[in-house]
């Protein structure tokens, strides 16, 4: 099983609401990922989990949360969202966060509109 | 700060043919991994070739292959053969050796044209 797989593929919100974007992998990877791609842009990274730990987070604004609940799990918690949040969000697995030495299995990603 | 600049925002080939998607970048890191992802439709990235700076040789996967100039900071991807699948945003991308930051191109849309 070499998949990464995200949900839901499509999320619409209003500006009040609470959600949450989930990420699974089965690969025994240790290292998870998110970007988020804007249209018509490349992606960027958000955060960086090692080992269930936060490694890297990116200056994101608190509004998301992120949370690596087990090797296998990663969610994005999404709280008091902006229009400006609507992206693509990826989620990406590697077998540990070691920079270039990895190779990064990306999910198809979470469609994500905010009103 | 570390930049990779993709000058062709959409190229078009016709199917079998051959063709070349250019980058460049900057940095003044001397560890450091180079990267082609495609983005079909499906949105999902895939990784197409990927190339370490300390290694001389330009790397190599069935129909891709890079031409790898260090001291120009230039890393190109050939497609041969094009087919039809192959329409995507190519992107190339840089990563230093030691951290999780993909740094991206702005892509290139590449059209595969029957």
């Known amino acids: 099983d070499t998949e990464v797989t995200q949900t839901p593929k499509h999320l619409v919100m209003g500006m009040t609401n609470k959600k949450s974007l989930k990420c699974e992998q089965h690969m025994g990877h240790r290292a998870m990922y998110w970007y988020k791609q804007k249209a018509k842009k490349p992606p960027e990274l958000m955060f960086v989990y090692s080992y269930e730990k936060l490694s890297i987070n990116e200056s994101v604004p608190s509004r998301f949360s992120p949370e690596c609940p087990n090797s296998s799990l990663l969610n994005l918690h999404l709280h008091a969202l902006q229009p400006e949040d609507s992206a693509l969000y990826l989620c990406?697995?590697?077998?540990?966060?070691?920079?270039?030495?990895?190779?990064?299995?990306f999910g198809s990603g979470t469609q994500l509109s905010v009103l | 700060a570390q930049t990779v600049t993709q000058s062709q925002p959409e190229m078009s080939v016709q199917e079998a043919e051959t063709v070349t998607l250019s980058c460049t970048y900057d940095?003044?890191?001397?560890?450091?991994?180079l990267f082609w992802y495609k983005q079909p439709p499906s949105r999902q990235m895939i990784l197409v070739i990927r190339q370490e700076a300390y290694k001389q040789q330009n790397a190599t996967e069935n129909r891709f292959s890079v031409n790898f100039q260090k001291a120009a900071k230039s890393f190109s991807l050939k497609i041969s053969d094009s087919q039809l699948g192959d329409t995507a945003m190519y992107f190339c991308?840089?990563?230093?050796?030691?951290?999780?930051?993909?740094?991206f191109g702005k892509g290139t849309k590449l059209s595969v044209k029957p």
């Open positions: 940095t003044s890191e001397s560890n450091y991994y």
């Open positions: 990406a697995s590697s077998q540990e966060a070691r920079g270039g030495l990895e190779k990064l299995f």
């Open positions: 991308a840089f990563m230093t050796g030691s951290q999780g930051n993909l740094i």
